[in-house]
């Protein structure tokens, strides 16, 4: 049940401040001197399968490039509880252009984002250390070890990469849902944090999110003939983790995008784009899908300016 809902969200990319087809460009994609520092935080675990802890760190790092809006964070549904934080983020960005992962990268992805996500949240609300830092231990670990069993083909089918067919039998049954690492969690919290920090909101399961790919996108360079170069942030951030030059258009799994043409573009993307005459312009940019049915919104890379 906790599962379905977070495979839901896979496909969720959505960023209510801006207007479909707008885009940021203030932020330059993080070096690899700055996702090193970032151990120092968050300290490899000697069961972390091989490769998941440089997915961790890329994941540690775009959670803190784009947190969310503290307004967002806790909330009262007006039925008595009171105000409490809720574990699911239905907005929260997966980074699923899943083709240009790897297959540790696509395996667990979304683990190494829901645990950094709620680490760093829980920080910035004041939770102690006491009172999370064990059960999300054990949470992470539960997650993880969940994926590392997963096939390849289910490993797929989650990312959307592939699709079921006709007559393949369905996902096992994930179980009863308190037994569900994301239930043990809120639990262990929640008897924390009534005993060490009543006065913090309450840590809640709720969940219950929808999906939708939204409308398609037009990549434009002005002037016309760029060749424009896309490859997921998230992706971008692992990758510089493993290679030299994550600038190098094969070691990064960078993808040629076609101008003027309708494509599905949404989120989080570190860009290079190389005019006829020379003339290279890198940087990061927000792509914002309009809602499902809406006609297709344009993203201009411009040689000069913003």
């Known amino acids: 049940m906790v599962r379905a809902r977070l495979l839901a969200m896979l496909s969720a990319a959505a960023v209510a401040l801006l207007s479909p087809g707008e885009a940021a460009q203030a932020q330059t994609p993080p070096d690899a001197a700055a ?6 935080k968050v300290p490899p675990q000697s069961w972390y399968p091989e490769g998941y802890y440089d997915i961790r760190i890329a994941a540690e790092a775009q959670v803190a490039e784009h947190p969310r809006a503290a307004k967002d964070i ?7 509880n009171g105000k409490r934080y809720d574990i699911i983020d239905c907005s929260a960005e997966y980074y699923t252009d899943s083709a240009e992962y790897d297959a540790v990268t696509l395996r667990y992805v979304t683990d190494a984002v829901d645990i950094s996500r709620i680490r760093s949240e829980l920080e910035r609300l004041g939770f102690p250390l006491a009172v999370y830092a064990e059960p999300l231990a054990a949470f992470e670990r539960a997650r993880v070890e969940a994926a590392a069993k997963l096939s390849e083909r ?5 990312a959307g990469v592939e699709m079921p067919a006709e007559d393949e039998p369905p996902a096992p049954d994930p179980g009863p849902y308190e037994e569900s690492p994301e239930y043990k969690f809120v639990e262990a919290v929640e008897a924390n944090r009534k005993r060490l ?70 989120g989080r993307y570190v860009y290079q784009v190389k005019w006829p005459d020379g003339v290279v312009r890198k940087g990061t940019r927000e792509i914002i899908a309009g809602p499902d049915g809406d006609p297709a919104s344009t993203v201009t890379f411009r040689k000069t300016g913003s």
């Open 74 to 80: 806790v909330f009262d549904w007006g039925d008595g």
């Open 35 to 40: 996702l090193k520092a970032i151990e120092a």
């Open 197 to 266: 920090a009543p006065g913090l909101p309450a840590v809640s399961l709720e969940g219950g999110c929808g999906a939708g790919d939204g409308a398609p996108v037009i990549v434009r360079t002005s002037p016309p003939g760029g060749e424009v170069l896309l490859v997921n942030a998230f992706a971008f951030k692992v990758c510089t983790r493993k290679t030299s030059d994550p600038w190098d258009r094969f070691a990064c799994n960078w993808n040629e995008v076609e101008t003027g043409v309708e494509k599905q573009l949404s």
């Open 154 to 158: 289910e490993v797929r089918l989650i």
